[in-house]
Structures are given as C-alpha cells and as structure tokens.
C-alpha cells in the first residue's frame, strides 16, 4: 500500500539558500530510491522560507528505508542549525 507524506519546515532567517541547497541535494538523492514514487520539494508562495514536501513511497519498507539512508541522515545532521523548529511531518491518505 503506498504511503504519503507531506512535511513542512521554515528555514531560520539568513539560512533560506543554504537550507533549499541541502533539499535541492536531498530530492535528488531520495528520488533515486528504489521505493520512491514522488519526492517534490515547493517554496511557499506567500513565506519562502517555509518549504512544503510532498512525497509518495511504494510501501511502509520503502519509507522506513528511505528515513535511514545516509543522504537522508546527512541531510538532518547538516540542516539541524538552518531550520527554525522541528520538521513536521504528516502521513496522510488520498481520498479522491
């Protein structure tokens, strides 16, 4: 059953490039996956420092891979300073 997943997180001020370099590096890497079916990263259109992703995985494995694989993990390790707060993410269902 295929997974889906939206997160969102705000870059602190003065880091918006450096952090949307790290995802830009990141998309590339997860949409390689094997699992992955749609990895998009969006800028919000009112506050560019909030990036919104939206995400879909062939199954539950596929994402639990997908959260310990190294790009993933250097990515968390080397953004831990660019973000203003925590991640959120939320899994959701498709309806229509």
């Avoid at 295929?2 to 705000?10: C, G």
């Avoid at 420092?49 to 995985?57: D, G, L, Q, V």
């Avoid at 199954?59 to 790009?71: D, I, M, V, W, Y």
């Avoid at 990515?75 to 229509?96: M, N, P, Q, W």
Wanted: charged residues 25%.
């Amino acid at each position: 059953m295929k997974v889906y997943l939206t997160a969102i997180l705000q870059a602190k001020p003065g880091s918006i490039d450096l952090l949307k370099s790290l995802l830009d590096d990141l998309v590339i890497a997860s949409n390689q996956e094997q699992s992955c079916i749609q990895y998009e990263l969006y800028q919000d259109s009112t506050d560019e420092s909030r990036f919104i992703f939206h995400e879909t995985w062939a199954s539950e494995a596929g994402l639990l891979t997908h959260n310990s694989q190294p790009h993933l993990q250097e990515f968390l390790a080397r953004s831990e300073d660019l973000i203003d707060g925590s991640i959120h993410v939320y899994k959701t269902r498709k309806l229509s």
